[in-house]
């Protein structure tokens, strides 16, 4: 078994050397043009910003060559870069006075187009003093590629000997051509790095991935391509190179080929491509082994492009058979190729492998101690592959459990202000909630989202991450462990907590904290196994709301206050089931704690967002016509707590949002009568009932009183005509629909939701669930906000919050089962119609749907809900199979429990249209066979009950007081109580 490095130390001592002053030689028209025109530093500053580097190059400005000697004499450049044309001033003695003042100066001369008067002096002339020489054609990525280009150079011995970082050798003597070439190639490389790293969960490790990149290296003769390629022979990626340039100091119009046969007959493995103006060199290129592109093409840039992506193991890894070479299976990220391995046919993995194809795939993504493991793995000559197949299985299984710790800005009181948007107090985890704002934040920035919406503020809210070893200390320093494992009231537990003191350090970054938030805080729980990536903790602890009003002492002790009442929740009694229903230890559990800016607009006395949502990429309820993978998002106005405690939502798929679909009766309304809000006048009491949360139910007339509110969110209902009216300030009753942003686009809610689900589902290799924000009423010049709360994977029976079934309910049940589909408690049906058992034949089966249908008839004219137990798969087109109901015939079904029976067993309709029909109102689904002792169904307790009616084959029977449905989809039980 292969030991591998447990943390990417070689990577913190990569790209020492950076350029962070550049000294720009031109006039103040060429100044306009890089500078304003071409935005240059802005290209500049976001490239360093997602490199994680705190100082992007400066550009310093001088418009002529005595000022910028006095300059470079007087301050620290890395980098000058003059334009050809400096009057009557000769750029070579330029070069040459700089050389003087610091011989290791990179100069580089830059010319407006191929056609100036001075290229063909600077060409003829020796020019030595001049490193590089460019053509600027309007693209401000030139710079990018310039910067870039030196920094390789500058870089690159100390690079590939200390992490085996890779190079790719391109050897052009044409200003022209690689001036077009460079910037696209650092494109792509910074994009496949980007890419690469949306497996990592924080921005430190963004960071070390993205100073790892392979490094390009510029090779004009013969001679400087092969020095180079002696010189990191074992690190070259590839080889690019032109046909025609200097050898031995004259024109060698094969030397090109010459390069490939030497390096191919050394390294077989080395993708080569050759690129000619004469399209004849085609053959020869290919005959040799190498790959050729004809620099005349249209498509030039994009056959490049392409060559790098699919040689250099760039983008998804994609199995082939050797024989026809057609994909078989292709892997975006390391956990897709670990799952695939498996079950790749071992022709497909020896060729592969081989090839080292594998290795080089992985040195792509920077991952190159791994690849260099992996490169080691040899199939013998006459061996077999499968022996080694497991064991590269076994490498990456390893590799993948391996953590990594990431740094996001630290706290310090001497520079916390209003330009950071996430920071942490304490050295520890951020826990689940703080790694997926972390982890988001860093998707959105990749992705350029933002840029897509450049009429919307799209971001996270601000947030400080106080890390779970400041938990830790407080429960250590406070003598809590005891009172923690004690069987205690969780008023009991609250109030010990709030008892104690917090570290004095703490409480004076606190008391920072609240000298640049202003808004209301929310304080929310963030532990560590809460939101975890492969069983996610939801709704399980605290989350507390702050006016955050008042003189800055009363401010710092609610917020305080808050953050000892999550750390309590900890232990709370709820949370400890949980703990044990998941087979957590509660010793295994640290609570980390967000602060964070509460997203909103104060409206009277009142503080709230227009809309609060969730959102899923994958539905498990789609409508008829809607695919699971189209996602399902639901709206509230106010507070979110009316989604995530399943009250009033308006359901909708971000692919069809003009398409609500809270009733598949028509209504396409949310029915939302109240909503949430934070009284600013209350301030915070987590003692008093309600107080830890601390949002008020308000009606929907609080908000009517400020119509700026309800703008785009409500239609007014006009009582005399029956019509919806899209203006707020008509006359009539309002009503919650969503219409301004969903069918009239007057904010692009759908577009962002579903962009985000995309993002952060390729980013996961798992589907997501996101909590959001939107703040429709800055004031201006500030733009509209979405913001981000939460992201987390999608956990199988996770739909809704936890529901508790003790052993009691469960001795008790009418209807006991395992196998459900579904999350939640009702308590508002009075009504079963179930299935007589004992006349119960298979041969009957469209009768039973004809009696379902008149049953639900009248269901459906008393508005009552019922619940269904039948045998078989309902909805079954095969009526041998189940009854063929389709949905309208049981419409009012709120439970269906479909079980088996002695010598009649058949498969749940999991997986069936209807039963998504069924389930996209959140009906719950049960299945039980209790000959095959799953589940149980205890007949006589039913019979108990007082029948209403009754047909051939069914009786319905209707209770005095509601029947209790409990769904878990957490532990996957539910029960079916009786009165």
């Not at 030196?150 to 790719?168: G, P, S, W, Y």
């Not at 060729?351 to 101690?369: D, G, K, M, V």
């Not at 990431?406 to 826990?431: C, H, K, M, P, W």
């Amino acid at each position: 078994m292969y030991t591998l490095d447990p943390t990417w130390l070689p990577f913190s001592n990569l790209m020492l050397k950076h350029i962070y002053n550049v000294l720009l030689i031109c006039n103040d028209y060429d100044r306009f043009l890089l500078e304003e025109d071409g935005r240059v530093e802005e290209e500049l500053y976001l490239e360093y910003t997602q490199l994680g580097l705190n100082n992007p190059p400066k550009i310093t400005h001088t418009s002529t060559g005595e000022e910028a000697l006095k300059l470079i004499a007087e301050r620290k450049f890395e980098l000058v870069i003059t334009m050809l044309d400096l009057g009557p001033e000769s750029v070579e003695q330029l070069a040459s006075s700089i050389k003087v003042l610091d011989k290791d100066m990179p100069v580089i001369a830059l010319s407006p187009s191929s056609s100036h008067r001075r290229n063909k002096l600077i060409k003829g002339s020796d020019c030595k003093d001049i490193d590089y020489f460019f053509y600027w054609q309007g693209d401000p990525t030139i710079f990018l590629a310039m910067i870039k280009l030196v920094e390789d150079r500058m870089n690159l011995d100390h690079d590939t000997k200390e992490a085996d970082v890779q190079v790719i050798i391109l050897v052009e003597d044409s200003i022209r051509f690689y001036s077009s070439y460079l910037p696209m190639m650092y494109t792509c490389l910074i994009q496949q790095n980007r890419s690469a790293i949306l497996e990592a969960l924080n921005n430190w490790g963004k960071t070390l991935r993205m100073r790892g990149r392979p490094k390009i290296v510029l090779a004009r003769t013969f001679e400087e391509a092969i020095g180079l390629y002696t010189t990191y022979r074992h690190n070259i990626l590839g080889v690019i190179t032109d046909m025609s340039y200097l050898k031995s100091g004259e024109q060698d119009k094969y030397a090109g080929l010459e390069l490939t046969q030497l390096v191919l007959k050394q390294d077989p493995e080395i993708p080569i491509l050759i690129q000619s103006s004469d399209a004849n060199s085609r053959d020869m290129a290919e005959d040799s082994g190498a790959n050729f592109i004809w620099k005349n093409s249209s498509s030039l840039l994009f056959e490049l492009n392409r060559f790098m992506t699919s040689h250099y193991g760039f983008g998804p890894f994609i199995f082939r058979d050797p024989k026809t070479m057609e994909e078989i299976a292709r892997a975006e990220t390391m956990r897709d190729l670990q799952r695939i391995l498996p079950s790749i046919p071992e022709e497909s993995f020896d060729y592969h492998c081989r090839r080292n194809e594998f290795s080089r795939w992985l040195r792509a993504q920077s991952l190159y101690t791994l690849a260099a493991r992996i490169k080691d793995l040899q199939i013998p000559r006459h061996g077999s592959a499968k022996k080694v197949q497991q064991e590269l299985i076994e490498i990456i299984r390893t590799y993948r459990s391996e953590r990594t710790k990431g740094v996001i800005a630290q706290f310090s009181r001497n520079n916390y202000d209003e330009t950071l948007f996430f920071s942490r107090i304490g050295g520890g985890s951020l826990g689940g909630k703080g790694r997926g704002l972390a982890f988001i934040d860093m998707v959105l920035r990749a992705a350029k989202l933002q840029a897509k919406y450049p009429e919307v503020y799209l971001s996270i809210p601000r947030t400080v991450v106080v890390t779970t070893d400041q938990f830790t200390q407080f429960i250590e320093e406070n003598n809590l462990k005891d009172i923690t494992t004690a069987d205690l009231p969780d008023e009991t537990l609250l109030k010990v907590f709030l008892s104690k003191p917090l570290q004095p350090d703490l409480v004076l970054n606190f008391a920072e904290i609240i000298q640049v938030i202003h808004q209301p805080i929310c304080v929310r729980s963030s532990s560590l196994l809460e939101d975890s990536h492969y069983q996610p903790f939801a709704g399980v602890y605290e989350t507390c709301m702050l006016p955050n009003v008042g003189d800055d002492q009363k401010r710092l002790e609610e917020l305080c206050d808050a953050v000892r009442a999550v750390w309590a929740s900890t232990y709370f009694r709820s949370a400890k089931e949980y703990l044990k229903a998941t087979e957590h230890m509660l010793e295994d559990e640290k609570m980390a704690v967000i602060i964070q800016q509460v997203i909103g607009s104060e409206h009277g006395s009142y503080w709230y967002p227009n809309i609060s949502g969730v959102a899923r990429s994958l539905n498990y309820y789609p409508l008829g016509g809607e695919k699971p993978e189209d996602g399902v998002a639901m709206l509230s106005f106010g507070f979110g707590k009316s989604v995530v405690d399943n009250g009033s939502s308006l359901r909708f798929s971000p692919t069809h949002p003009k398409r609500p679909a809270q009733f598949l009766g028509g209504d396409q309304t949310s029915s939302q009568h109240t909503f949430y809000a934070l009284n600013l006048e209350h301030g915070y009491h987590p003692l008093d009932v309600g107080g830890l949360e601390n949002l008020e139910l308000l009606e929907l007339e609080e908000a009517q009183k400020h119509p700026e509110a309800l703008k785009y969110i409500a239609s007014t209902f006009d009582m005399q005509n029956g019509t919806l009216s899209e203006s707020v300030r008509a006359e009539g009753q309002k009503v919650i629909t969503f219409n301004g942003v969903l069918k009239y686009d007057a904010f692009p809610l759908a577009s962002i939701v579903k962009d985000v689900l995309t993002l952060g589902t390729q980013a996961m290799g798992k589907p997501v669930e996101i909590e959001f924000a939107v703040n429709l009423n800055r004031k201006a010049p500030k733009k509209q906000e979405f913001s981000l709360l939460q992201i987390r994977p999608i956990a199988a029976g996770n739909e809704e919050s936890d529901v508790s079934i003790t052993d009691q309910e469960k001795e008790a049940a009418a209807i006991y089962s395992t196998v459900v589909m579904g999350n939640g408690k009702i308590e508002d049906i009075q009504d079963l119609i179930y299935l007589k058992v004992d006349r119960f034949d298979a041969s009957h089966m469209k009768d039973m749907a004809k009696e379902l249908d008149k049953l639900n008839a009248q269901m459906v004219l008393a508005e009552k809900d019922y619940a269904l137990l039948v045998a078989g798969r309902l909805g079954s087109c095969d009526p041998w199979l189940g009854i063929p109901v389709t949905w309208s015939q049981i419409s009012r079904s709120k439970v269906i429990i479909e079980t088996g029976l002695r010598g009649f067993q058949v498969e749940p309709s999991q997986g069936t249209h209807f039963f998504q029909n069924m389930t996209s109102l959140g009906c719950m689904y049960l299945t039980i066979n209790p000959d095959h002792r799953s589940g149980r169904l205890e007949l006589e307790k039913l019979k108990q009950l007082d029948i209403y009616d009754e047909t051939e084959h069914f009786i319905h029977a209707r209770s005095s007081e509601n029947l209790t449905i409990k769904v878990n989809g957490f532990k996957g039980e539910g029960v079916v109580l009786l009165p």
